[in-house]
T-cell receptor, first 115, second 117 residues
Framework: GNSVTQMEGPVTLSEEAFLTINCTYT??????LFWYVQYPGEGLQLLLK?????DKGSNKGFEATYRKETTSFHLEKGSVQVSDSAVYFC??????????????FGQGTRLTINP | DAGVIQSPRHEVTEMGQEVTLRCKPI?????LFWYRQTMMRGLELLIY????????DSGMPEDRFSAKMPNASFSTLKIQPSEPRDSAVYFC???????????????FGSGTQLSVL
């Protein structure tokens, strides 16, 4: 079945550092890929998504490129801020038409940014 | 829109007691999900409703757990009797699922932190 593997956390960086959180997936067909973010005390919210190979999703300075050849969707940001401290979840969808019920989430990576 | 609304935010109860968690999805959404989040198991899908009908409850841990959606604007997750291992954060999420492609964007509530002593 479909699965997502994220780099284990926690990840601790200094402000303005470069961020990479690795995500690889196993799936049949051509799923859509997502990054969700969970700020302290809140539910998850969609950060960015990509629906086909070579697409790049971007939002709030974060980027991730759908790499079919390496089955990866790594999250990057060039200069992190303290406010980026959160837990980040990589996820993939099921087949078209299946909707959100087939979303598969990774375990999450906790990111802490120190001033 | 106020987003997905869950209540209570925190619940502390004793083992054996009944617990009811509540959720109001975003107006117009036709799919509703209950998730459980723990350190050990991460985020688990418990049950999924579409147009108020339970479609997949394979993630419900056992018969102590039950979920209902009596109308499009309200759902409950009930645990009876509760046990300490049920302690977790329970999230409700909603989405608009389209027939021909789906919209996989989930909108989550802020969760209910459940502690069973």
């Amino acid at each position: 079945g479909n699965s997502v593997t994220q780099m284990e956390g926690p990840v601790t960086l200094s402000e303005e550092a470069f961020l990479t959180i690795n995500c690889t997936y196993t799936a049949t067909g051509y799923p859509s890929l997502f990054w969700y973010v969970q700020y302290p005390g809140e539910g998850l919210q969609l950060l960015l998504k990509a629906t086909k190979a070579d697409d790049k999703g971007s939002n709030k300075g974060f980027e991730a490129t759908y790499r079919k050849e390496t089955t990866s969707f790594h999250l990057e940001k060039g200069s992190v801020q303290v406010s980026d401290s959160a837990v980040y979840f990589c996820a993939l969808s099921g087949l078209p038409g299946q909707g959100a019920q087939k979303l598969v989430f990774g375990q999450g990576t906790r990111l802490t940014i120190n001033p | 829109d106020a987003g997905v609304i869950q209540s209570p935010r925190h619940e502390v109860t004793e083992m054996g007691q009944e617990v009811t968690l509540r959720c109001k999805p975003i107006s117009g959404h036709n799919s509703l999900f209950w998730y459980r989040q723990t350190m050990m198991r991460g985020l688990e899908l418990l049950i999924y409703f579409n147009n108020n009908v339970p479609i997949d409850d394979s993630g419900m841990p056992e018969d102590r757990f039950s979920a209902k959606m009596p109308n499009a604007s309200f759902s409950t997750l009930k645990i009876q009797p509760s046990e300490p291992r049920d302690s977790a954060v329970y999230f409700c999420a909603s989405s608009l699922t389209l027939r021909d492609g789906g919209d996989e964007k989930l909108f989550f509530g802020s969760g209910t932190q459940l502690s069973v002593l």
